[in-house]
Antibody
Framework: EVQLQQSGPELVKPGASVKISCKTA????????MHWVKQSHGKSLEWIGG????????IYNQKFKGTATLTVDKSSNTAYMDLRSLTSEDSAVYYC???????????WGQGTSVTVSS | DIQMTQSPSSLSASLGGKVTITCKAS??????IAWYQHKPGKGPRLLIHYTSTLQPGIPSRFSGSGSGRDYSFSINNLEPEDIATYSC????????FGGGTKLEIK
């Protein structure tokens, strides 16, 4: 069974950084691109970027370039997303999701809530 | 960037009834559209990909169709567990989600 287990909720101050993890199981980690998606409260989903663990290729949504950094640890089958210089606009639930054979995002994590507040 | 215009933003229907949601892309997306069901506290659930291909385990009362820029998603025989928000995703050129449709049961 494919599982994506995300790290817990975060409360961070404006200007700070946060690192969210997505630990995977039940599939071959290098065979699927890992995507990250943002959902602000009451708003629609936004694609942040995708990391190909097989070749290290990364594609970012231009909107999040400079804010988000995607990495993986193949030894632990875990993906990470660093968010820096956070503002209240970054308060949201962040999801990891893996792409299936034709590119659609298939399995999703449960989401990580990030609240930016002083 | 490709924009996805999803409508309606909310709708209410009766148990046993049918609903249809549409997504219009700003350019041809070559049928690379997926539909998701999203409930509070959980990650979105992939229902349909490549316009009309049902994910394993998804009931046949869910369906999708379309081509070019225009796509639709329908649910027949509405059941209580269908209460959720539904979103489309184009993945022909990077990834763009529609605005979401909140479904309520009358």
């Amino acid at each position: 069974e494919v599982q994506l287990q995300q790290s817990g909720p975060e409360l961070v101050k404006p200007g700070a950084s946060v690192k969210i993890s997505c630990k995977t199981a039940g599939y071959t980690f290098t065979e699927n691109t890992m995507h990250w998606v943002k959902q602000s409260h009451g708003k629609s989903l936004e694609w942040i970027g995708g990391f190909n663990p097989d070749n290290g290729g990364i594609i970012y949504n231009q909107k999040f370039k400079g804010t988000a950094t995607l990495t993986v640890d193949k030894s632990s089958n875990t993906a990470y997303m660093d968010l820096r210089s956070l503002t209240s606009e970054d308060s949201a639930v962040y999801y990891c999701a893996i792409g299936n054979w034709d590119g659609a995002m298939d399995y999703w994590g449960q989401g990580t809530s990030v609240t930016v507040s002083s | 960037d490709i924009q996805m215009t999803q409508s309606p933003s909310s709708l209410s229907a009766s148990l046993g009834g049918k609903v249809t949601i549409t997504c219009k892309a700003s350019q041809d997306i070559n049928k690379y559209i997926a539909w998701y069901q999203h409930k509070p506290g959980k990650g979105p659930r992939l229902l349909i990909h490549y316009t009309s291909t049902l994910q394993p385990g998804i009931p046949s009362r869910f369906s999708g169709s379309g081509s070019g820029r225009d796509y639709s998603f329908s649910i027949n025989n509405l059941e209580p567990e269908d209460i959720a928000t539904y979103s489309c995703l184009q993945y022909d050129n990077l990834y763009t989600f529609g605005g979401g449709t909140k479904l309520e049961i009358k």
